[in-house]
Structure formats: C-alpha cells, structure tokens
C-alpha cells in the first residue's frame, strides 16, 4: 500500500522500516541561518577583493563544507585567498553581521516530540564543530542529540560520511535511519546509501530539485514531519 503526500505527490510507503533515528541538517532545515550565510558569504567576498557571488549562487552551496563551497564560488582563487575568505566569513558571521537566525516554527517542540518517543536524533551540518556547538548552546537544544557531525569531521556533503559515521557510532543501520533536509546535498547523501529521507522546502531547496532524490516525503515545516516516523 501506498500513501500519496497530497501537497507534493511523493510516494511515501507504508510498512516500511520502523525509524529509530532521525537525522537533521542544521542551516535551511532547524534554523533560519540562510540570508546571515548569503551575507556573510558576499561581504567575505568583497574584503578578499574577489568578485561578490549572487544570493542565489551562495544558498546552492550552503550545507557543504567550506572548502567545497569556496571551489564552487571562487574557483580560481589561491590557498592564500581562500584562507581570507575563511577569516572573512567566519568573522562576519559570528561577530558583525546581525541578520536573524531564529529556528523554523515548531522546531523544538518537533525534537521534544521524537525524544519522548524514544527516537534518537542527530545533526549532519556543514557547519565546523565549532559552530554547531555554539548554535547549541545559543538555542538550547544541544541536549535532544545523541550526536552530531560536522564539516571539520568528515567527508562534505554530499558524500554520505557524516551518516555512516553516525549509524556506525549508534549501531543503528540506514534502512531505521532517516535524514530530513533541505538540501540536494542532504538527499543525495541519504540516498548513496539507501538511508529514508524528508524534504523540507522551507530551506534554500524546492519540491522540484527534492523530489528528483526520491524522498519518503516532502514537507514545508518541520511539525509535518511526524507523520511520517
């Protein structure tokens, strides 16, 4: 038996494996962060002296590890560059630029929810250890994860790294595992190794560049999800 998500059309199978783990990307999925990265990212540019990226050419590289994302955006910079940039965009991130980052409506109460029914969950983010730690402790929700990897800690996305590594750290295998993202680069990840994944479209990715990674389902906001555990 079949049950259609009636807003998007993805398949999503009933019987399926039971889900004993969720795994969440971060930027786009959990937190608002995309226009602080966009900014960041082109005010970086701009004090390296490097040609400023469009909002939109920033937000397909966010969720990969910086070094990627900086291959992509300025591919004929030198190792001395990039280090600038790395500076640049980290500074502004944390310390000048002040856009909002809040958490997407009904985030916590989403993670509250799978936690009080023994579902364990986790991170898979692009962003350095450093910085989820931080994001951790600024939102208050460090403690509903049992782990987390980062971009200093593994493979970039899309390469599904991050996942083995948490499943093989949990002893959970991928088919009871689940990523939910934004991301082309959090499907591709769950999809090279055959772990169930959720598209949420209130991220920097849409239904049409999601549903080509064949997800469980394709959600607009996080409480959606729990329809689908």
Known sequence: MVQIDKAHGSNIESGMAEVNLVIFDWDGTVMDSIGRIVSSMQAAAGLTGLAVPSSY?????????????????????????????????????????????????????????????????????????????????????????????????????????????????????PANAMMVGDTSHDMKMAQAIAMPRVGVTHGVHGADVLSQFQPKAIIDDLPSLLAHI
């Not at 640049?88 to 809040?102: A, C, K």
């Not at 983010?125 to 951790?136: N, S, V």
């Open 57 to 173: 050419a920033v937000k397909q590289i966010i969720g990969l590890s910086l070094d990627p994302a900086f291959a992509v955006l300025f591919p004929s910079t030198d190792s001395t560059q990039r280090a600038q940039l790395f500076e640049h965009y980290r500074d502004h991130y944390t310390i000048y630029d002040t856009t909002p980052t809040p958490l997407f409506n009904g985030a916590e109460q989403v993670l509250k929810t799978l936690a009080e029914q023994n579902v364990l969950l986790a991170v898979a983010t692009g962003k350095a250890r450093k910085g989820l730690d931080r994001m951790f402790a600024e939102t208050g929700l460090g403690h509903y994860f049992v782990t987390s990897r980062c971009a200093d800690e593994a493979e970039s996305k899309p390469h599904p790294d991050m996942l083995l590594q948490i499943s093989q750290q949990l002893g959970i295998k």
